[in-house]
């Protein structure tokens, strides 16, 4: 059984953190999804708030000091990146956005990444794809289709709605990651012939 890294970010800012939770939740779902592949997942999850001190400085001073380093060098190496931020005025928050302007531009090229977000309103989902999708997208990641966001509501239960549904969404996501990750590796020999698989080959198998 092969091993996959994946590397948590959550710039949640309170304790315990909405974002946090959603991070934790996505997560589970992509190790679900890679054992489905017969691949386990280590997972490294970081909390931005905790470096929000070693960021500003590393912005100041052009320096990570060794605990930013080493974060830096755990998401460059990872297989892929979840990365979850809450939506503050129509966009990401300031911590979040400050991380992946201290880290080399060329670190997320062509790594897989989901992204998820939260806010206190559906209305602020649309800050995925109008501001979070296209950092990524400048930094030339290669973000799943499915991107998950989760409102207050969200965290509800009940059939058909609530904590329920951002599962549904969330595997769905995870299933995209594990597609992006096995196409990332395909050129690779070793990997279990996924050589020959287009992406929507690589989605079916996993599942949804």
């Keep these: 059984m092969s091993e996959r890294k994946i590397v948590v970010l959550s710039a949640g800012l ?20 890679f054992a489905l ?27 990570a000091g060794p605990k930013l380093a080493a974060m830096i060098d755990a998401v460059a190496s990872a297989d892929a990146l979840i990365a979850v ?3 503050f005025s129509a966009s990401y928050s ?3 956005k400050s991380f992946f302007d201290v880290i080399d531009k060329d670190s997320l090229a062509g790594k897989p990444v989901l992204v998820g977000a939260t806010g206190g309103t559906a209305r602020h989902s649309l800050a995925l794809d109008y501001a979070i999708r296209p950092l990524f997208s400048y930094l030339r990641a290669r973000t799943t ?16 709605g609530g904590s329920s549904s951002i599962e549904r969404r969330s595997n769905r996501a995870a299933a995209e990651l594990v597609a ?5 590796a395909a050129p690779e020999t070793g990997r279990g012939g996924v050589e020959s698989l ?6 079916a198998n996993v599942g949804h």
Excluded: C
């Design 94 to 96: 300031g911590l979040f």
């Design 180 to 184: 992006l990750v096995h196409e990332s």
């Design 85 to 87: 931020t809450p939506v």
């Design 145 to 160: 289709q499915t991107v998950v966001f989760a409102a207050p509501e969200d965290w509800g239960s009940g059939e058909g």
């Design 198 to 203: 287009s992406f929507e080959e690589i989605l």
């Design 37 to 63: 592949s017969d691949e386990s997942v280590a997972v490294e999850t970081f909390e931005l708030r905790e470096y929000a001190v070693d960021i500003a400085n590393n912005m100041v001073t052009g320096y």
């Design 14 to 33: 309170g304790v315990p953190s909405s974002s946090r939770m959603l991070a934790d939740q996505l997560a589970k779902s992509a190790a679900s999804r």
